[in-house]
Nanobody, 120 residues
C-alpha cells in the first residue's frame, strides 16, 4: 500500500508563513498529479493547489499569489509554501495524489490532514 504522510502545520500569526510537506511512502508506485485541499469547520473540502507530474501548477483564487505548490519527484514529496497567511486560511489541510501502484492507477490517496491555525 501507499501512504501519504503530512507535516508542517501549526499556529501562526496573520501575515506569517508555514510550509507543509507530504511524502508518499510505499513500494511499486509512481506519482502523477498531486494536490492540496483544505477543510474549514462547517465547510466542504476544497482544492486550493495542484501540480502535475510535469510541474504545471494551478491555484484557487483564494490563495493565488500567496501559496506556492512544488514537488520533489526524487523524494516523492509535495510541498505547500504558504505566505501572507490570513485568519480565513485556518483549516485542516490534506494532500491528495493520483498514484499508479503496481500498474493500477488511482486518485483516492489522502494524507491524514494537518491543522493550520492563523491568529489575527
Amino acid at each position: 500500500q501507499v501512504q501519504l504522510v503530512e507535516s508542517g502545520g501549526g499556529l501562526v500569526q496573520a501575515g506569517g508563513s508555514l510550509r507543509l510537506s507530504c511524502v508518499a511512502l510505499g513500494r511499486g508506485f509512481s506519482i502523477n498529479a498531486m494536490g492540496w485541499y483544505r477543510q474549514a469547520p462547517g465547510q466542504q473540502r476544497e482544492l486550493i493547489a495542484s501540480i502535475t507530474s510535469g510541474g504545471s501548477t494551478n491555484y484557487a483564487d483564494s490563495v493565488k499569489g500567496r501559496f506556492i505548490i512544488s514537488r520533489d519527484n526524487a523524494k516523492d514529496t509535495v510541498y505547500l509554501q504558504m505566505n501572507s497567511l490570513k485568519p480565513e486560511d485556518t483549516a485542516v489541510y490534506y494532500c491528495n495524489a493520483a498514484i499508479t501502484h503496481w500498474g493500477v492507477r488511482g486518485s483516492g490517496y489522502w494524507g491524514q490532514g494537518t491543522q493550520v491555525t492563523v491568529s489575527s
